[in-house]
């Protein structure tokens, strides 16, 4: 079945630092979407990619769908203590098909 | 916004006791719902999808029997683990897609989630 993997499962870093996390799908997305979870809360809805090699921007937060649709990254510059939670890919191989979610990258900022 | 709600927003429950979940989706209708379930500082697992008017479909693994799924009504799903027992412990989330204008695809809208601890 479709596999949704993503690197690194945690990263401390310092207040002001940048953070990147990937994602690797096992088979062509037809989109894909990104999550944050607060420690405690549930996961909320950040942005969705859907054309090959988009970029999107939100703030500080860089969003990027491969060329072949199989790979994201979410990048933040200069992180701020606001941005610790855990950020979640999640992919579908059409666009009304259930989610995979990947593990998640747990982010914490030290101040 | 969007807003799915949860009850209740945690339960704790004597092993072999049934516990009820609902999710509602509050100013949307929601033809299809799903159920996630998530143990500490794991990812979600979907468990089954929740289809209005008709049965739920479980993912591997998961036992149908154990886990009841209701859609009641296009703003109601229900979620009952029956026979609970302490491995049952953990963060049940529902969410609800909704076709936003634009892009041909669903957004996830999720509830804030039900902790469920069995003793």
């Known amino acids: 079945g479709q596999q949704v993997m993503q690197i690194p499962q945690y990263q401390h870093v310092q207040e002001g630092e940048d953070f990147t996390t990937y994602c690797n799908s096992s088979t062509t997305l037809s989109n894909i979407q990104w999550y944050k979870q607060r420690p405690g809360g549930h996961p909320v809805f950040l942005i969705q990619l859907v054309k090959s090699g988009e970029v999107k921007k939100q703030k500080r937060l860089t969003f990027q769908f491969g060329e072949a649709k199989k790979n994201s990254s979410l990048h933040i510059t200069a992180t701020q203590t606001t941005d610790v939670g855990t950020y979640f890919c999640?992919?579908?191989?059409?666009?009304?098909?259930?989610?995979?979610f990947g593990k998640g990258t747990m982010l914490l900022v030290s101040p | 916004g969007a807003v799915v709600s949860q009850h209740p927003s945690w339960v704790i429950c004597k092993s072999g006791t049934s516990v009820k979940i609902e999710c509602r989706s509050l100013d949307f209708q929601a033809t299809t719902m799903f159920w996630y379930r998530q143990f500490p500082k794991q990812s979600l697992m979907l468990m089954a999808t929740s289809n209005e008017g008709s049965k739920a479909t479980y993912e591997q693994g998961v036992e149908k029997d154990k886990f009841l799924i209701n859609h009641a009504s296009l703003t109601l799903s229900t979620l009952t683990v029956t026979s609970a027992h302490p491995e049952d412990s953990s963060f049940y989330i529902c969410s609800a897609p909704r076709r936003l204008a634009g892009p041909s695809t669903d957004t996830q809208y999720f509830g804030p989630g039900t902790r469920l601890t069995v003793l």
């Open positions: 999640a992919g579908s191989r059409s666009g009304y098909s259930t989610l995979t």
